[in-house]
């Protein structure tokens, strides 16, 4: 596309319901690439000031939902509290932040974490905890898949995050951490460390009511988890992925997903292959691959998972914004009346049901909660099974409205992408070239065509206003939409993580004020560079022939390579 444009900036167009202080003038375009422009017409902002990530879509104003993605703005932004009246109410009775501000600052990804004490109310630290089996590699049972960091009074903390430590340690590479021509980089990794004393049912007041009672009345596996709780998990780090251009990753159409498995598989490129979870050799597989909830909604559409790391969830309206509004929250909606406690919803109820000081405390708690005591179960004599009755609770009042709700992800829709910085810069131009000949656009595919975009939510949920659609644009967020290793040390969990977008991460320093780039998943690398050179830490990783011969490119070429990511 070579021609010329007048356009009412796509970042005035974005300013529906956004700060005073971006700006709101006609901004002219001329002569640009295609690539330019990241998220198509529909989907990028030229905003490129601090505010670059929360700037609205040109679709909002298409769809004419722009107060809706006012009021969207205006909820995520914000703390929730814990009284249980207005929009910010109902945070408890334990949750992992009070806001998507703390784990997304200016709507970018997390920053990186410092040494020392896991400060888990700085404002930024996007990285969440990962408490697995070092044998299977599955979640423990005994916290939530995002395990909380506090408590509302007078509940306590699943896991005490004054205990838990980060220490950065260094690695080094088969080239010693040295370019030939005499340029060294540094590969750190984080340590986690948990002790069992900042584990709340790890407490010895609950180990004898853990262990009379059967898995079936806990949800706790004496066998298994108490051995686990004792030591026997690993902890890793999990940073939070820019929340930006989302909806226009829910447009791209299934079957090319579908179609780019196909092609890797036959491609044969890849050392590792994939992810036999997603992938059985002759198409997706139903079991694994899906829009929803299958028991929400028998007649659901079945496709491929399309979002976070572990590729856990479908489309956007089932996926992670729309889990985490809830779960790190814990404010219930209409369709989520009910804690998000631990994978098995009990162990937490037991161990707070018993413990004294919550029985003290749990009478003038549930008062606010329940003043008019439509909940007998919580009103008995017998103050254990309260608390239990409560905390397992599926019929809790909803806190969030159902046009909050749909304000929410409206938003979440409708957040646009920055559009591609210096294209016309010598430089970036070459760097784009090499980082298609060396390899790195098979996994960071550069673009998608978006479809019919179709609105997919497996739970029917009844919004109350209309969605931002992104139908047949082209978009470039560099990635295949598939997981692939990279066999780091001290890794993600399982090993499998789904290709990173690259576009508008270039931005985050400038976004969120943080002292590093904060790339990779846990926030290791603080360069691009550095993310580079972990790609081809192992041989066995899938990227490791790619990352040689950035290696053995001259400076002049990596530092074009570098130029070109962070301009995208």
């Not at 000031?49 to 809706?68: H, S």
Request: glycine fraction near 8%; proline fraction near 5%.
């Amino acid at each position: 596309m070579k021609k010329s444009l007048f356009i009412m900036a796509m970042a005035t167009l974005a300013l529906v319901g956004c700060n005073t202080d971006k700006p709101q003038q006609e901004v002219e375009v001329t002569d640009k690439p295609d690539w330019y422009y990241t998220g198509g017409k529909k989907g990028t902002t030229l905003n490129q000031t601090t505010n670059t990530f929360r700037q609205a879509t040109p679709a909002i104003d298409e769809a004419g939902v722009g107060v809706e993605f006012s009021e969207g703005d205006n909820i995520v932004e914000k703390d929730f509290i814990t009284t249980t009246a207005g929009r910010q109410a109902g945070l408890g009775p334990v949750y992992v932040r009070a806001s998507c501000q703390h784990c997304h600052p200016n709507y970018s990804h997390g920053t990186s974490v410092p040494e020392g004490k896991y400060d888990a109310l700085h404002q930024g630290n996007g990285t969440l905890l990962v408490l697995y089996d070092k044998q299977t590699n599955a979640y423990v049972s005994w916290v939530a898949g995002m395990p909380q960091l506090f408590g509302v009074e007078p509940f306590k903390a699943p896991i005490d995050p004054n205990q838990i430590t980060v220490t950065w340690k260094t690695v080094t590479d088969e080239h010693g951490n040295k370019f030939a021509d005499g340029e060294s980089y540094e590969l750190r990794y984080p340590d986690v460390n948990i002790p069992s004393s900042a584990i709340y049912s790890a407490q010895s007041q609950f180990r004898d009511a853990l262990t009379k009672l059967s898995k079936k009345e806990s949800g706790f596996d004496i066998n298994k988890d108490m051995a686990l709780l004792d030591g026997g998990f690993e902890v890793s780090l999990e940073n939070t992925i820019g929340i930006y251009g989302t909806g226009l990753l829910d447009a791209i159409p299934d079957a090319d997903i579908e179609a780019q498995y196909a092609k890797e598989a036959k491609d044969g490129k890849l050392k590792n292959g994939l992810n036999p979870a997603f992938w059985d050799g002759s198409g997706m597989p139903v079991a694994t691959a899906y829009y929803g909830s299958s028991a929400a909604n028998p007649t659901t559409k079945w496709g491929p998972k399309r979002f976070t790391y572990a590729l856990t969830r479908g489309p956007i309206l089932d996926a992670a914004g729309a889990n985490a509004i809830w779960n790190i929250t814990n404010v219930t909606r209409s369709d989520r009346r009910y804690h998000y406690l631990d994978l098995d919803g009990r162990v937490y109820a037991t161990c707070a049901s018993i413990d004294p000081e919550v029985q003290a405390g749990f009478a003038d708690y549930i008062k606010q909660i329940d003043p008019d005591k439509e909940h007998s179960e919580w009103w008995s004599d017998d103050m254990q099974s309260n608390i239990y009755n409560y905390l397992t609770s599926k019929t809790l009042p909803a806190e969030m409205t159902d046009a909050d709700y749909t304000a929410v992800m409206v938003w979440h829709r409708g957040l646009a992408v920055p559009a591609a910085r210096d294209v016309d810069s010598k430089q970036v131009l070459r760097g784009k070239e090499m980082f298609s000949k060396i390899g790195c656009d098979y996994c960071h595919r550069p673009s998608w065509q978006t479809g019919s975009d179709e609105l997919r939510d497996p739970n029917n949920f009844a919004f109350t206003a209309a969605m931002p659609r992104y139908q047949n644009q082209t978009i470039w967020p560099y990635t295949d939409m598939v997981q692939h290793k990279l066999h780091m040390v001290n890794d993600i969990r399982t090993g499998w993580c789904r290709t990173t977008p690259l576009w508008g991460r270039g931005l985050h320093k400038k976004a969120t004020g943080d002292l590093y780039e904060a790339r990779l998943h846990d926030t290791r690398a603080r360069n691009v560079i550095e993310a580079i050179m972990w790609h081809g830490y192992s041989q066995e990783s899938d990227a490791y022939y790619t990352t040689q011969q950035f290696y053995n490119l001259p400076k002049e070429d990596r530092d074009a390579i570098v130029a070109f990511i962070n301009a995208i």
